[in-house]
């Protein structure tokens, strides 16, 4: 082999290694499922597992859209990895919880990695909806969950979901305030909270105990687009700080928020806390 063809092998072997390189370090980055299942394993392997943690969640991004009537639009993409047989049993299923009267039913879409590489798509048809209080007779209420078993879950896989809740009507007319929790019972490696509402509806946000979060804001065709991205937080104990909140309040006017409220979403698997709770905005 001639030197010149050595030198475009060479090349072409760096120009490779770095793509690659590129690829794995903005999975994180990425929209749901657009990462190859190789880039995304080789982006988990630089994320340590926590000590005695069952899962640890790599990614937790959150948007939430608002319309001029208030109506939101909240998806939520979450990836992670099961690290042991207790994760399989908590971590295996996927679902969404909705309130019928002014939502619609959640869409979900799941893909689990397995440890050798294969994937394994979830299949809607083992998706099935139920009363959340379906054992509390006394609880008069309408909301409902919707989801099923992942396939292939085992310890080394790794999850990705996206689940996506549509209001047909907004919660309150008065408007609403939301508290999102950034602590879970496993390590966060990465979070981000996108919320993205046009110019003319108020919106107020304000996140605590968060030193090292990022904020960035965008203004484009009439919609602002506020990005709060925060780095790797420690699994939540009863050792550990009260784990990171944010709120944000959807006002028809200039609303504060009361400390007391109606919870209306229970909590997200893997976190002790109610991680998304709305309240009404009162005068």
């Not at 550990?240 to 009361?258: A, G, L, V």
């Amino acid at each position: 082999m001639d030197s010149k063809r050595l030198v475009q092998t060479f090349l072409l072997i760096v120009v490779l290694s770095n793509c690659a390189r590129v690829s794995a370090a903005d999975t994180w980055d990425s929209p749901a499922f657009a990462a190859d299942p190789a880039i995304l394993r080789q982006a988990a392997q630089a994320v340590p597992a926590g000590k005695h943690s069952e899962a640890t969640v790599l990614l937790n991004e959150v948007h939430f859209k608002f319309d001029e009537d208030s109506k939101m639009l909240e998806t939520r993409h979450l990836i992670y990895r099961i690290e042991n047989q207790d994760g399989v049993k908590d971590w295996a299923e996927t679902s969404g919880t909705w309130q019928a009267w002014h939502q619609d039913k959640p869409e979900i879409k799941a893909r689990v990695i397995t440890a050798e590489g294969a994937v394994h798509w979830l299949d809607s048809k083992t998706l099935n909806d139920f009363p959340v209080h379906e054992d509390a007779p006394d609880v008069y209420s309408d909301e409902r969950k919707y989801g099923g078993p992942l396939p292939a879950v085992a310890p080394g896989a790794i999850v990705e979901e996206e689940i996506t809740v549509r209001d047909k009507a907004p919660l309150f007319e008065g408007g609403t305030v939301h508290r999102w929790v950034l602590g879970w019972s496993v390590p966060v490696n990465k979070t981000r909270i996108v919320l993205i509402h046009p110019v003319s509806l108020s919106l107020n946000y304000e996140v605590h105990l968060l030193p090292e979060a990022t904020v960035g804001k965008v203004t484009d065709g009439g919609l602002e687009t506020i990005t709060v991205q925060q780095g790797p937080v420690a699994a939540y104990t009863r050792r550990y700080p009260m784990p990171h909140p944010m709120w944000f309040c959807i006002p028809k006017s200039s609303f504060r928020p009361e400390p007391h409220g109606i919870r209306s979403r229970p909590s997200m698997r893997g976190c002790p806390m109610t991680n998304c709770e709305q309240r009404t905005c009162r005068r």
